[in-house]
């Protein structure tokens, strides 16, 4: 069983080096696929996170945490974000007798409708654009301590008459200590444009992200934390803006002030890292919170910094249902809402 382990991490690593090597310089294709779409990550302030707790919606995005005590859990997400721009996600799991534990998914963002204008400004007509994306997962519990799993995606995306398609996989795998801590290796969207929304056009890479996530539930306190490590492949994952650069600007010259080798490598470093906890209020009440140090540098104001970059949110359950909202501060005009309702259909049949 070890073996069939190792073979597998070094089958993920080999996968993500094969998909960083085909990116071109910031340019990608199906961007909504990086998105935190479940309540529950969002206040994680990430895309992924490690729990092994049977949460449908931790394991929508990491496909080792799929588990027989799934079976036939449902789960409902929307997001209401910038702009009119809404997005979800409708999901189902199963567990088959011979084949394992699924996870089927719908994923999609709409954005709304759009009037047709011409150079005149004379209008006429509206047309509308969205994003899908139907997944299928599937997770195995190895032995004790190892699980593994891979989500296929089939993407379609069409902006008024111009469309796309695409394909994509998560594979993942999942370390749980006797002591409760938890590892998850995760390599998401691997994949590639099969169609360009123009004929002829060049196609482009998926948002690919090699992260290392991590948990531990306290032994004597009710509170979990999380860490997040984003992009192992990727050392330098920042970009350089004339008009705010990292170090400020200098109020007597107005020239940029250049960063000291150190400042610049704590913040290449700390670009990578989304700190989260959970704090466990009996049974039925969860409070989550997190920190990405990288939205905070790329979306805030100087002058205004605010909550950029934190998150918050709870966890509730009521009967058979658990319900989940968050908020998270990407800019100081407003923070997109993310709402989530689970339940057990077994539970709600009995």
Same mark, same amino acid.
């Given at each position: 069983?070890?073996? %069939?382990t190792l073979?597998?991490?070094?089958?993920?690593?080999?996968?993500?080096?094969?998909?960083?090597?085909?990116?071109?310089?910031?340019?990608?294709a199906?961007?909504?696929?990086?998105?935190?779409?479940?309540?529950?990550?969002?206040a994680?302030?990430?895309?992924v996170?490690?729990?092994?707790?049977?949460?449908?919606n931790?394991?929508?995005?990491?496909?080792?945490?799929?588990?027989?005590?799934?079976n036939?859990?449902?789960?409902?997400a929307?997001?209401?974000?910038?702009a009119?721009?809404?997005?979800g996600?409708?999901?189902?799991?199963?567990?088959?007798?011979?084949?394992?534990?699924?996870?089927f998914?719908?994923?999609?963002?709409?954005y709304?409708?759009?009037?047709?204008?011409?150079?005149?400004?004379?209008?006429?007509?509206?047309?509308?654009a969205?994003?899908?994306?139907?997944n299928?997962?599937w997770?195995?519990?190895?032995?004790?301590?190892?699980?593994i799993?891979?989500?296929?995606?089939?993407i379609?995306?069409?902006?008024e008459?111009y469309?796309?398609v695409g394909?994509?996989?998560?594979?993942?795998?999942t370390?749980?200590?006797a002591?409760?801590?938890?590892?998850?290796?995760t390599?998401?969207?691997?994949?590639?444009?099969l169609?360009?929304?123009?004929?002829?056009?060049?196609?482009?890479?998926?948002?690919?992200?090699?992260?290392?996530?991590?948990s531990?539930?306290l032994?004597?306190?009710?509170?979990?934390?999380?860490?997040v490590?984003?992009?192992?492949?990727?050392?330098?994952?920042?970009?350089?803006?004339?008009?705010?650069?990292?170090?400020?600007?200098?109020?007597?010259?107005?020239?940029?002030?250049?960063q000291s080798?150190?400042?610049?490598?704590?913040?290449?470093l700390?670009?990578?890292?989304v700190?989260? !906890?959970?704090?466990l209020?009996g049974?039925?009440?969860?409070?989550?919170?997190?920190?990405?140090?990288?939205?905070?540098?790329?979306?805030?104001?100087?002058?205004?910094?605010?909550m950029?970059?934190?998150?918050?949110?709870l966890?509730?359950?009521?009967?058979?249902?658990?319900?989940?909202?968050?908020?998270?501060?990407?800019?100081?005009t !407003?923070?997109?809402?993310?709402?989530t309702?689970?339940?057990?259909?077994?539970?709600?049949? %009995?």
């Open positions: 069983m070890k073996y %069939k073979f597998f991490l070094s089958f993920l690593l080999l996968f993500g080096s094969y998909a960083v090597s085909g990116q071109n310089s910031g340019t990608e199906f961007t909504f696929l990086q998105e935190p779409v479940t309540a529950r990550l969002a994680l302030g990430t895309d996170a490690a729990v092994n707790d049977n949460d449908i931790i394991a929508s995005a990491n496909p080792s945490l799929i588990t027989p005590e799934m036939n859990d449902f789960s409902l929307y997001v209401n974000y910038f009119g721009l809404n997005y996600l409708v999901q189902f799991s199963h567990t088959f007798e011979k084949a394992g534990s699924f996870l998914g719908i994923q999609f963002m709409s709304g409708e759009f009037d047709y204008a011409d150079a005149s400004g004379n209008r006429g007509g509206t047309f509308s969205a994003d899908y994306a139907i299928v997962g997770g195995r519990k190895l032995n004790d301590h190892f699980s799993g891979a989500t296929g995606k089939f379609y995306s069409y902006y008459t469309n796309s394909l994509a996989v998560d594979v993942a795998g370390y749980q200590s002591t409760n801590w938890i590892f998850s290796l390599a998401a969207n691997v994949g590639l444009q169609k360009p929304y123009v004929s002829g056009a060049p196609t482009y890479p998926l948002p690919f992200n090699l992260s290392l996530s991590l531990k539930r032994e004597h306190m009710p509170f979990r934390f999380f860490l490590y984003n992009h192992i492949e990727q050392w330098k994952v920042s970009y350089y803006d004339s008009i705010s650069p990292p170090a400020g600007i200098d109020p007597i010259t107005g020239e940029p002030v250049k080798g150190f400042s610049e490598f704590t913040d290449d700390m670009r990578h890292f700190f989260g !906890g959970e704090l209020i049974k039925h009440l969860v409070l989550r919170g997190s920190y990405n140090y990288r939205r905070r540098k790329e979306l805030s104001i100087s002058q205004r910094v605010g950029v970059g934190f998150s918050w949110g966890g509730l359950k009521i009967s058979h249902f658990r319900f989940d909202y968050s908020r998270s501060t990407y800019h100081r !407003g923070s997109p809402n993310y709402f309702l689970s339940m057990s259909l077994d539970e709600f049949r %009995k």
